[in-house]
Structures are given as structure tokens and as C-alpha cells.
């Protein structure tokens, strides 16, 4: 074996001086401001003032030798007492800093080490750390901003989740106890009329429940699941990632439109609403929500909390659980649902008012295949038989839908449960056991249906429509006391009266004339009967017209001149002031009728100006009253009011009573002499104002008399008609005028 030749000593002190004087040079550099380079502060003793190196090299060497790369001159501190290098093996390339043979060592804090690898602000001593005189070392190499940012975000997420969870474990020791169960709000909801007679049909009045899940039968729990809960058998109650999702959609949408509530929240908001849960949407309603969730999902077993759940959900028409729904629907039992009828009923539970078979069977089915499209997508049903249930022609228990349709109001009592839902709040109204007392009138709803029914049947032909709608309204209370929202509610459901928006025609002219009364101007001001702004001029001729009859022959130059002299801004005001609060906008059209309005806001405004300038929003419901909080369960009337119209929905004043005095008398001319002649009712002080919009698509009367204020429509769901609002005024007089002479 040849043994290689050693290389001179000399070679080898000039190869190391070469590379301390490398480590010098390096610790010498100008660096660019920007780099993150680590950096040593030396401090020859605790006391003395820190010198600072920027470790740009691999090797440095540390000791008392003037030949080191950082000197320490102390006696404590060896020739070469430390060896600093990179340590590339390491995630970073952080520095390991090892002995090298030293008398005095390397410390930390006080035990002795050999090698130790460097981090952020570690402190190593040069020698015991007892000694005063041993020299200080500190590593400094921040990490970059993103991650400290994310290190103390980690720590503050996780600092509170702590204080949720901790918060969470203490309100749960709040909630009322569970065991046995609460009773919840489940019974019937009572329309009553005016005279406090029922107006719903009785069948839906007996509520039965389930005794386990099994007799809900396969699909509906799985249906359940899919629409409302996929993750119910794995979470604890509350579901973090739908509370998470909710979140993000509503501070995307600006505004609530998701509240990520499981099966269980929405079971325990059901079970302990009056008495610990709450009814105000409020955050805090939500925290107490879910903390009764927690307790009820470990109090109860999973398949004892659906069955709970199955057995109490709102469906529409006032039935409460899958039994009673399956009865109304379907006339069967829930166990003998197919898996089209199962989906059917679970695609209920988003609208239960407006996604009912019996009350929109075409969005029933719309919900019911997104329920069979989930089911598929999880695998609960397979492709072919979510596909052929989608396939399938669902049959309704025609008879129950007959005798809930064969109320006397049947328009009336569905918007009943709409105004109940925005008093109330969508859940609480779902919960059942109200008493819903109302004004309803059952003469004049007599009277309002063969009135329209007639005007379709009589004029309908000539006149070139096929549907009308009537909604009266007792103008010194607001109470809707009538409605009939269209020809006959069991071919149609939608309620003209109420969903529907059309363009007012003359009948929105009052505004106009009110912002101009308003305003100073006298009624009796000339305007101008000339061709204005592509508006040809008065049809009675004359070169001028006063406010009484422009408004009383309905001219529309007249009333754009009279709008432009109140201020369009002063009209619009005017209209907001008397309820109005659909769109409008600053042109021309808004003086003629142009935008679209509801039926209930025309004839709101009407009755304010009937009640002496007093605006009143409408409603339906009187009164509500909570019929499981009862002093005697044998008389409604000692039941605890909830909901009182009286005291929740106060008079507002629109306009001073004598602005009021002078539109009245200007409506009052419209039915003496003007286009309203057809209103006419003997020995009674008729006010209106008829209204056409363009080519007849829509023809209307709005009037008052006798304490009652109507707004009467005639049209077509789609189309132009060719009649006019003589018959529209015929038709308020038709119906009124009998109502009053049966009185």
C-alpha cells in the first residue's frame, strides 16, 4: 500500500489562514439591506455592550486567539473555544455551535453542552453562567413575517377556541333539562274569523306521532338526511363546517341568508323556544341553540332525536310530522311512501307555504328532484332509482286538497301563515299551537268572490280577460277583513292580490295630486291642456283644466303638469309616505302609473287617505295568542297574547287630515262625475279612482266607503285585455253595494 504524501506544514497554516481570512472578509461585506441574514451578538460579559455579526459564511471560529473569526478577549474563553457552522442538514440551514475542547465550555442556561443547534433568540454563556465574567452569546434569526403572522393567528385561533369551548361547556350547564322531553309547540295553528268561528278545515287538526324511526320507513329518514343534515351521525349537535359555510355565504351575500343549522338545532329551537332558546334572531339566540343542541345530541341517541324530529317538522297547511303529512298528502302512512312521495314531502320543509303539492304542485316537484339528485349524489338510492322515481306521476289525495281548498277563504287563509311567518319569524311560526285571530269577514268575502267571479263570467269575453282580483281592508284598523286572489283558487293558487306586481295605471295619479295639495298648490289651479312631452292633451278639450277634474276625468297631461309642479322627488316622497315601497324613479311614467305595485300597497294607500291622512300597514292578523300558555285551556281568550296589531302596529300620519279632507272630496268627484261613474252605490259617499295602464293590460278601481277601503283588478296572467276600468268600477260597486245592502 502506498502511503500519500503529506502536505507541508507550511501548506497547510497557509491554507488555514486562507480561509480565516475568508470568515474576516465575509463578516467584512456590505450586504443588501433586504437579506435575512442570521445574525451572533457577543457580549463579553453580562454587563458589557453586545457586538453584532452577521453570519454570512459556513465556518466561523470562536475564542481568545486574535486568529478566531470573532474574538472574545476574557480570560474565560479558550484559544479556540467554539466552532460555528452551517448546518445544511437542518430545515433553514440554521448554525450548530460545537466545544472545541474548551477549559470552560459552552452553557445553557445552566446545563453543559457539547453541541447545541442554534435558534431564535437562544442564549448560550461561554463558561458557568454563574460566573458574571462568562461571555453571552444570542442567535438572532427571526422568521420571515408570514410566519410569525401565522404563528400567532394559530395561536390566537387556537387561544379562542378554547374560550368557546370553555364558554360553550358552562352555558350548556344552563340548559333545562332534557329528560324527559319538553313538550314542544306542535299543535294546530286556529284561523279565526271575526267573529272568532274557525276558518281552517278540521281534518288537519289531529296530529299523530311515531313511536320510532322504523315506522317512517326507508326513504323519508334518508330523504331527510340528504336535504337537511348529511353529516347528522357524525357531528355532536352543531356542525362546524356548516356554521363555517353559513358564515362565508351571508358576509358574501351581505345579509342572513344561511343560518347552518343541523337537525338537532333546529329540534332543540322547537322543544325549548319559550322557555330557554329564545325566538329574537339574534346571535345570542343562536349560541343558547346550540348549546341545547349539544345537550339534547348527549341526552337522546341519534335515531331517538330524529324520530323526535320527524315527528314535530312544519309541512304546510298546517299539518306537524311526517304522519300527518303522509295522511294530508298522500292518504297513507309513512311507511308506505315510495321513494317520489318520501322526496316529495322532505322537498316541503325549505317553503312549506308556497312548496306544497297542494299549493304549487310544479315547485313541489322542483324540490322534490333536488332531494332525489342529493340522494343519489351520497349513494342512498341508486342513479336508476333516483331516476325513475323523477319519472314517476305523483297522486295527491285529491279529497284532502278539495276540503283544505273548500274553505270559505282559501286566498285569505294561505296568507295567513305568510303574514305569521314575517311577524313571527319562519321557525316560530312553524311551531304550531297559535291561536291566529283575524277581521275576516265572511259576507263581504261572499260578496268579493261572486263579484269577481261574475265580472269574468259576464264581461270576461268582451273585455278580453280571464282572471280579477279583490282585497278590502277595514281602513280604520288596517285589518285585511277580504280577499280574492283570483278566479278560483283550486285551478290557481297564486294570489293576484298579494304576489303579484302590475303597473297602476291612473290610480297611482293620487300621489301626484297629494304632493301637489301638499305642497300649497290649490286643487282648483289651471294647467295647460296642451301636448306636453309627447303626452297628447285633455280628451274633454279646452284650452285649461283645473286639479279637481284632471284628476276627476283622469287626463294625463294634466296630471304630468301637476306632477312636475309638486317636485317628481316631493311625488315619490308622497307615495314612500303612504306605503308604497316598491321601485319608483324620477320620470315621467311615475306620474301615469308606470311602475309596478302591489294590490296591497294601492289599497293602503287609499284607506290612509279614507283614514284622515293616517297610514296603517295591512295585515290579516289580529291578534296571535299562544294556546299552550293558557290560564283556562276551555277559552281562547286567556290564552298569553303574543302578537297584538293594536299595540305593535300603530297609525303612522302620511298627510295632515285636512290635505286628506281635500283629496277625498277630489275622489269623491271621480265616482260623482268622473270615470268612476260605474262605483256609484245609492244613498252612500263613494271615493276612487279608476286606473288603465297601456293597451289595457291591467284595469283597476280603488275606493272607499262606508269604513271599508277595496282595490278591484281585472286583467290576464299574461296579455293585454280590451275593456277598460269602467268595469273595474263596476265590479267594486257589484260587490260592495250588495255587501252593504245585506247589512
Not at 28 to 38: D, E, S, Y
Not at 233 to 255: E, K, L
Not at 337 to 358: M, Q, W
Not at 698 to 722: I, K, Q
Request: aromatic share 8%; glycine share 8%.
Amino acid at each position: 500500500m502506498v502511503t500519500p504524501p503529506m502536505k507541508p506544514l507550511q501548506t497547510m497554516l497557509s491554507q488555514a489562514t486562507q480561509m480565516a481570512n475568508h470568515a474576516s472578509v465575509v463578516l467584512r461585506m456590505r450586504l443588501n439591506p433586504r437579506a435575512r441574514v442570521p445574525k451572533l451578538e457577543v457580549r463579553a460579559d453580562a454587563n458589557a455592550r453586545p457586538v453584532l455579526y452577521e453570519l454570512v459564511g459556513d465556518r466561523y471560529t470562536i475564542g481568545r486567539s486574535s486568529r478566531c473569526d470573532i474574538v472574545v478577549q476574557t480570560p474565560l474563553v479558550s484559544q479556540i473555544h467554539a466552532e460555528l457552522v452551517r448546518d445544511s442538514q437542518r430545515r433553514g440551514a440554521r448554525f450548530l455551535l460545537r466545544d472545541q475542547d474548551s477549559t470552560n465550555g459552552i452553557y445553557r442556561q445552566r446545563q453543559k453542552v457539547q453541541a447545541v443547534p442554534l435558534r431564535h433568540n437562544l442564549r448560550l454563556s461561554l463558561g458557568p453562567p454563574e460566573l458574571q465574567a462568562a461571555p453571552v452569546l444570542r442567535f438572532i434569526d427571526p422568521p420571515p413575517l408570514f410566519m410569525r403572522v401565522l404563528k400567532w393567528s394559530g395561536i390566537g385561533v387556537a387561544g379562542a377556541i378554547a374560550t368557546v369551548v370553555a364558554a360553550m361547556v358552562l352555558e350548556i350547564q344552563r340548559v333545562p333539562d332534557l329528560r324527559p322531553l319538553p313538550v314542544s309547540q306542535q299543535g294546530p295553528v286556529e284561523v279565526l274569523d271575526q267573529e272568532g268561528r274557525n276558518l281552517g278545515p278540521d281534518a288537519i287538526a289531529r296530529h299523530t306521532e311515531a313511536r320510532s324511526l322504523s315506522e317512517f320507513g326507508r326513504f323519508l329518514p334518508q330523504a331527510v338526511l340528504a336535504s337537511e343534515d348529511t353529516s347528522y351521525y357524525w357531528h355532536i349537535g352543531v356542525d362546524p363546517f356548516s356554521v363555517a359555510r353559513a358564515i362565508v355565504m351571508n358576509v358574501r351575500a351581505g345579509r342572513l341568508r344561511e343560518g347552518g343549522s343541523t337537525i338537532t338545532q333546529q329540534l332543540a329551537r322547537n322543544l325549548l323556544g319559550s322557555t330557554y332558546v329564545g325566538r329574537e334572531d339574534s346571535a345570542g339566540r343562536k349560541w343558547r341553540e346550540a348549546a341545547a343542541a349539544i345537550k339534547l345530541n348527549f341526552t337522546y341517541s341519534k335515531d331517538e332525536i330524529l324520530t323526535f324530529y320527524l315527528n314535530r317538522v312544519y309541512l304546510g297547511n298546517g299539518v306537524y310530522g311526517f304522519q300527518d303529512a303522509a295522511r294530508l298528502y298522500f292518504g297513507k302512512a309513512p311507511q308506505e311512501l315510495d321513494l317520489s312521495e318520501a322526496a316529495t314531502l322532505v322537498g316541503i320543509l325549505p317553503e312549506p307555504e308556497t312548496a306544497n303539492p297542494f299549493r304549487n304542485k310544479n315547485r313541489a316537484l322542483e324540490y322534490r328532484d333536488r332531494v332525489l339528485n342529493r340522494m343519489a349524489e351520497l349513494g342512498m338510492v341508486s342513479r336508476e332509482e333516483s331516476e325513475r322515481a323523477r319519472r314517476s306521476i305523483l297522486r295527491l289525495k285529491e279529497e284532502n286538497k278539495t276540503e283544505l281548498q273548500g274553505t270559505i277563504a282559501p286566498y285569505f287563509y294561505s296568507y295567513v301563515f305568510e303574514e305569521l311567518e314575517e311577524q313571527l319569524g319562519d321557525r316560530f311560526a312553524l311551531e304550531g299551537n297559535l291561536i291566529v285571530e283575524t277581521g275576516f269577514d265572511p259576507r263581504l268575502q261572499r260578496a268579493s268572490d261572486r263579484a269577481v267571479q261574475a265580472a269574468i263570467a259576464e264581461d270576461g269575453a268582451a273585455g278580453g280577460f280571464s282572471q280579477g282580483a279583490i282585497v278590502t281592508l277595514r281602513h280604520g284598523t288596517g285589518e285585511i277583513v277580504a280577499m280574492t286572489g283570483g278566479r278560483d283558487y283550486r285551478t290557481s293558487q297564486f294570489n293576484r292580490a298579494t304576489q303579484a306586481k302590475r303597473q297602476p295605471g291612473s290610480t297611482f295619479k293620487l300621489f301626484a295630486y297629494a304632493a301637489a295639495v301638499n305642497q300649497g298648490i290649490s286643487p282648483f289651479t289651471t294647467f295647460p291642456c296642451t301636448d306636453y312631452l309627447g303626452v297628447a292633451g285633455c280628451r274633454r278639450g279646452g284650452s285649461s283644466m283645473d286639479m279637481v277634474d284632471g284628476f276627476a276625468f283622469s287626463e294625463n297631461v294634466v296630471a304630468l303638469r301637476v306632477a312636475e309642479a309638486a317636485g317628481l322627488g316631493n311625488v315619490i316622497r308622497t307615495a314612500r309616505a303612504l306605503g308604497v315601497t316598491s321601485e319608483l324613479a324620477e320620470n315621467r311614467n311615475l306620474a301615469l302609473g308606470g311602475f309596478e305595485v302591489s294590490m296591497l300597497e294601492m289599497v293602503a294607500a287609499y284607506g290612509a287617505i279614507a283614514n284622515e291622512g293616517r297610514y296603517i300597514k295591512p295585515h290579516a292578523i289580529r291578534r296571535i295568542r299562544d294556546s299552550g300558555d293558557c290560564q283556562d285551556r276551555n277559552r281562547r281568550e286567556t290564552c298569553r297574547v303574543i302578537f297584538d296589531a293594536q299595540q305593535d302596529l300603530t297609525p303612522r300620519r302620511a298627510l295632515s287630515g285636512d290635505i286628506a279632507a281635500t283629496l277625498r272630496e277630489m275622489m269623491r268627484a271621480v265616482v260623482a262625475t268622473g270615470t268612476g261613474v260605474n262605483a256609484q252605490i245609492p244613498q252612500e259617499i263613494v271615493l276612487g279612482k279608476t286606473g288603465t295602464t297601456d293597451n289595457s293590460r291591467d284595469l283597476w278601481f280603488v275606493g272607499s266607503v262606508r269604513g271599508v277601503t277595496a282595490a278591484v283588478w281585472l286583467g290576464n296572467d299574461e296579455g293585454v285585455t280590451n275593456g277598460s276600468s269602467a268595469i273595474a268600477a263596476e265590479v267594486f260597486q257589484r260587490f260592495l253595494g250588495r255587501a252593504l245592502d245585506a247589512t
